[in-house]
């Protein structure tokens, strides 16, 4: 069985048009984005983790990926992508860890443009013991192009493959941040944004195309400031997945869609250090459809009011560390059930 997949990530960044060094720390900046799309929230800067706990049901969630790779020279990168997932309910419990280290040799290492081969494999459990060691390789090619300072877009395409039971070649292009020593600040950074000024997390675009389903589905969002301490954001989400199933009685389809649209406002208690700090609120609508002879036809309203803060801690004067509680309170199918959930978001914002 065979698989196209084609993604985009798209992020906003200015961090030194340099070519690689040894001690340069590479981060893939990474969507919260899937095809499992749920909604839109302009609090969300979710790039590297989040915690939910719902009152309604009585459970959580906590998600966490990272992608960070290592130069142990100019022309060679070690590194690893990490996943970690795990819920609660009144029905039970599931965990999932996932391990894919990687090995990157650089073909050409220029300051205007890097070309290099990747391979990779994987490793995961689950809360079952069930193991699945190093039973994939993924082979890779690819290629950065500096967009500012630090900051490389990076086209790829690879080929995944698990024994005879799966493949899959993918196209890839996405964005990867030099946090190395090598164009480390003198100093602490601290933040600088104005009136004027754009913060955007990672915005993120999908398309899988499958034998028995496709999925395509978008993620932007950004904070505009009216002045070094207010700023409005906006985010939009939509998503669709239609699945082919196969039933002694025929083949159905299964098709759901997703769009969202959120507002946010943000205060700023202080600006021009190293630590900053915010509180935030708004509102966000979503509207579910799915058209399904397996699970039948359905359609649900979800509006969401929202209220938190947190603190940015600025890695560089244009990059920084999010991390900050949430409050979620929301109205379920146009009825008048509520809930109350918590969340804790932790991500990488960026300031143009």
Do not use: C
Not at 36 to 59: E, K
Not at 241 to 259: H, N, Q
Not at 294 to 300: D, F, K, L, Q, S
């Amino acid at each position: 069985m065979r698989y196209f997949t084609l993604s985009l990530l798209l992020g906003l960044s200015t961090i030194g048009y340099a070519q690689l060094q040894r001690g340069d720390r590479l981060l893939t900046v990474q969507s919260s984005f899937s095809g499992d799309l749920t909604g839109a929230s302009p609090l969300n800067g979710a790039n590297l983790a989040q915690l939910a706990v719902y009152s309604r049901f009585r459970g959580g969630s906590l998600l966490a990926s990272t992608e960070y790779g290592w130069m142990l020279g100019p022309r060679i990168t070690v590194g690893a992508y990490t996943a970690f997932i795990g819920y609660y309910n009144d029905y039970g419990s599931a965990a999932y860890v996932g391990l894919s280290p990687y090995l990157r040799y650089y073909a050409v290492n220029r300051g205007d443009l890097m070309i290099f081969g990747q391979l990779s494999t994987g490793f995961s459990v689950d809360d079952f013991a069930r193991v699945s060691a190093f039973s994939s390789i993924s082979p890779q090619i690819g290629l950065h192009y500096p967009l500012a300072a630090g900051v490389l877009f990076t086209p790829t395409i690879g080929y995944y493959g698990i024994g005879q039971a799966y493949s899959a070649l993918s196209l890839g292009v996405g964005l990867q941040l030099v946090l190395g020593k090598n164009n480390r600040p003198e100093g602490r950074a601290v933040s600088n944004f104005q009136r004027g000024t754009l913060m955007a997390g990672a915005q993120g675009v999908n398309l899988s195309l499958r034998e028995q389903s496709t999925s395509y589905g978008t993620e932007l969002g950004a904070y505009y400031f009216l002045t070094d301490r207010v700023a409005l954001g906006v985010a939009v989400a939509a998503a669709r997945a239609a699945e082919r199933i196969r039933l002694s009685t025929g083949d159905e389809k299964d098709v759901s869609y997703v769009l969202g649209v959120g507002i946010g406002s943000r205060y700023y208690f202080s600006t021009a250090r190293h630590v900053v700090w915010f509180a935030e609120a708004g509102v966000s609508y979503d509207r579910h459809i799915i058209q399904s002879s397996v699970r039948g036809n359905y359609r649900a309203n979800y509006v969401y009011l929202l209220g938190g803060g947190g603190a940015q801690i600025f890695l560089r004067d244009n990059v920084a560390l999010e991390v900050g509680p949430q409050l979620q309170h929301r109205v379920f199918n146009e009825q008048y059930r509520t809930e109350l959930d918590f969340g804790l978001n932790l991500g990488i914002r960026f300031f143009l």
